[in-house]
């Protein structure tokens, strides 16, 4: 069974920095692309970054491009998404996803399994 699960959100004031995790399990960690995207109430998943396990690439979305990253450990089995410089607007549940083709997703209908979200505000 494709489990992921999601930890390290917070409180955190703008301009600050936080790392969410994303532990995966049930599955071939390198067969697969794992992705965070976060979601405000009333408005769209927004799909935030992407990392390919599968060929090493990543995807970036405008908003979060040079303030965020998504290194990951495969002795794990777990991606993160590092956040620097964080803002207000960043403010959301954050959800990790896998795609089970292994190629990258910008969107959040690429994926084919989600974890819990994980809430994340930054006050100003």
């Known amino acids: 069974e494709v489990q992921l699960q999601a930890s390290g959100g917070g409180l955190v004031q703008a301009g600050g920095t936080l790392r969410l995790s994303c532990a995966a399990s049930?599955?071939?960690?390198?067969?697969?692309?794992i992705g965070w995207s976060r979601q405000v109430p009333g408005k769209e998943r927004e799909g935030v970054a992407c990392?390919?396990?599968?060929?090493?690439?990543?995807y970036y979305s405008d908003s979060v491009k040079g303030r965020f990253t998504i290194p990951s450990d495969k002795a794990k089995n777990t991606v993160y998404l590092q956040m620097n410089s964080l803002k207000p607007e960043d403010t959301a549940v954050y959800y990790c996803?896998?795609?089970?083709?292994?190629?990258?997703?910008?969107?959040?209908?690429?994926?084919?399994?989600w974890g819990q979200g994980t809430q994340v505000t930054v006050s100003s």
């Open positions: 996803a896998a795609r089970s083709n292994g190629y990258i997703g910008s969107q959040p209908n690429d994926y084919d399994y």
């Open positions: 049930g599955f071939t960690f390198d067969d697969y692309a």
């Open positions: 990392f390919s396990t599968y060929d090493g690439a990543t």
